[in-house]
C-alpha cells in the first residue's frame, strides 16, 4: 500500500507560481507512475500531469501544456508539480495519484488527500 501526502497549496496572485508536493510512503514509489489531478468547486475531478516510473516520459492536459511542469525524485519519493503562469481557472483542490500502469488515462491505485490551490485575479 502506498500513502500519498500533498503539500505546498496556497493563495497566489494571477500569474504567480507554485510548486505542489507530494510524498510517497514505502520502499516501491519508483515502480508506480504518478499522476496529478484536480477538482475545482462543482466540477469534476480533471487530469493534469503523468509521470512514468523513471521520470523519462511525461504527458500534460492542454490547458496547463507549457505552464506546468511534472517531475519527480525516486530517492526522495516525491513528485513535484511546478506551476507557473498561474490563472484563476487554475482554482482547484490539486490531487497525486499513483499508478501501476503505463499510461496518462489507466487506473490510479491510491490518492492523496488533496491541496488547495486558490489563484486570485
Known amino acids: 500500500q502506498v500513502q500519498l501526502v500533498e503539500s505546498g497549496g496556497g493563495l497566489v496572485q494571477a500569474g504567480g507560481s507554485l510548486r505542489l508536493s507530494c510524498a510517497a510512503s514505502g520502499r516501491t514509489f519508483s515502480s508506480y507512475a504518478m499522476g496529478w489531478f484536480r477538482q475545482a468547486p462543482g466540477k469534476e475531478r480533471d487530469f493534469v500531469a503523468f509521470?512514468?516510473?523513471?521520470?523519462?516520459?511525461?504527458y500534460y492536459a492542454d490547458s496547463v501544456k507549457g505552464r506546468f511542469t511534472i517531475a519527480r525524485d525516486n530517492a526522495k519519493n516525491t513528485v513535484y508539480l511546478q506551476m507557473n503562469s498561474l490563472k484563476p481557472e487554475d482554482t482547484a483542490v490539486y490531487y497525486c495519484?499513483?499508478?501501476?500502469?503505463?499510461?496518462?488515462?489507466?487506473?490510479?491505485?491510491?490518492w492523496g488527500q488533496g491541496t488547495q490551490v486558490t489563484v486570485s485575479s
Open positions: 495519484a499513483s499508478s501501476r500502469g503505463y499510461s496518462w488515462n489507466g487506473k490510479y491505485d491510491y
Open positions: 509521470i512514468t516510473r523513471t521520470g523519462g516520459g511525461t
